[in-house]
């Protein structure tokens, strides 16, 4: 286990990025049950990618899904300052 510095109060990962104070669980479970309004998106800083899904509602659900997904399973999600969202 890595000791938190200012730099990266909440660690770093096996590749030396900091941690986010965002979980990626959240997110995907944010954009799970209302990813048709980007929530997940709207949680890790995503803006633009916030505003695209609420406007086609999520891509009639299809995105929101894929993106939901991608949240629980991918290890290098980023929120908006480019950290790594903790698991």
Same mark, same amino acid.
């Given at each position: 286990?890595?000791?938190? !510095?200012p730099e990266?109060?909440?660690g770093?990962?096996?590749?030396?990025?900091?941690?986010?104070?965002?979980?990626?669980?959240?997110?995907?479970?944010?954009q799970?049950?209302?990813g048709?309004?980007?929530a997940? /998106?709207?949680?890790?800083g995503?803006?633009?990618?916030?505003?695209?899904?609420l406007? !086609?509602?999520?891509?009639?659900?299809?995105w929101?899904?894929?993106?939901?997904?991608l949240?629980f !399973?991918?290890?290098? /999600? !980023?929120?908006?300052?480019g950290?790594v969202?903790r698991?």
């Amino acid at each position: 286990m890595t000791v938190p !510095t200012p730099e990266a109060p909440f660690g770093v990962d096996p590749q030396g990025r900091p941690y986010s104070d965002k979980s990626k669980v959240v997110a995907g479970v944010l954009q799970l049950f209302l990813g048709t309004f980007g929530a997940g /998106r709207f949680y890790v800083g995503s803006t633009g990618v916030a505003l695209g899904q609420l406007f !086609t509602c999520g891509g009639l659900g299809l995105w929101a899904l894929i993106d939901a997904i991608l949240f629980f !399973t991918s290890n290098d /999600r !980023t929120d908006k300052q480019g950290r790594v969202l903790r698991g």
